[in-house]
């Protein structure tokens, strides 16, 4: 079946103090894996589209990277805007639909 | 460009009553997407549309009906709300095509429901 866990469900930061988020899967066949951030009150915002292991994508302070069985989101030096809950998805090959983990709540102290 | 858009954006409903969600994008995508949010379950899969006269179950579709009305428009109906039916709403749409931001998922800003 597949699946998607992410970790750590919560995480306080100082700004300034980097870290990163994980996104394990497991999928019969990744056609793409996806970063979003959501803020309280919204939809989630697209942040990272990520289709074989190996690639790596940079945005700002958020740098995606993926291997064949999970996804790491790194972020560097983080501010308080930061703060937000980042969600991971992945797509299977051969279906139209999304699996998503259930996010990580960050908090970025100042 | 407004991407998917969702009305309503709240809504209150006594159990029983019915209503729908209505949502359109204007990226020309072909996929279509209803979620519901809950505390610690992540976004969950209602229904979908692949594309235009197509629609299938997803995840959680017990007490849905959708309606895919042409390319741009997804709609959600409540036939008779439960007070398990409280949750937020998200529309998304997706492209099926390989680009650069590629088959990426993109959502509306939601619809928060309460039924009581």
């Known amino acids: 079946e597949d699946q998607v866990t992410q970790s750590p469900e919560a995480l306080r930061l100082q700004e300034g103090e980097s870290s990163s988020l994980n996104c394990s899967y497991t999928?019969?066949?990744?056609?793409?894996l996806f970063w979003y951030r959501q803020d309280p009150g919204k939809g989630p915002e697209f942040l990272f589209t990520l289709y074989s292991a190996g690639e790596e994508k940079e945005k700002e302070r958020l740098k995606a990277t993926l291997t064949k069985k999970e996804s790491f989101l790194h972020i560097t030096a983080p501010k308080p805007e930061d703060s937000a809950t980042y969600l991971c998805?992945?797509?299977?090959?051969?279906?139209?639909?999304?699996?998503f983990g259930t996010g990580t709540r960050l908090k970025v102290l100042a | 460009n407004a991407g998917v858009t969702q009305t309503p954006k709240f809504q209150v409903l006594k159990t029983g009553q019915s209503m729908t969600l209505q949502c359109a994008q204007d990226m020309n995508h072909n996929s279509m997407y209803w979620y519901r949010q809950d505390p610690g379950m992540g976004l969950r899969l209602i229904y979908y549309s692949a594309s235009e006269g197509t629609t299938d179950k997803g995840e959680v579709p017990n007490g849905y009906n959708v309606s895919r009305l042409n390319k741009r428009e997804f709609s959600l109906r409540l036939e008779s709300a439960a007070p398990s039916q409280t949750s937020v709403y998200f529309c998304?749409?997706?492209?099926?095509?390989?680009?650069?931001?590629?088959?990426?998922?993109?959502f509306g800003e939601g619809s928060w429901l309460t039924v009581v």
């Open positions: 998304a749409s997706s492209d099926r095509r390989r680009t650069s931001s590629g088959n990426t998922i993109y």
């Open positions: 999928v019969s066949g990744l056609r793409g």
């Open positions: 998805a992945v797509q299977a090959t051969g279906t139209y639909k999304y699996i």
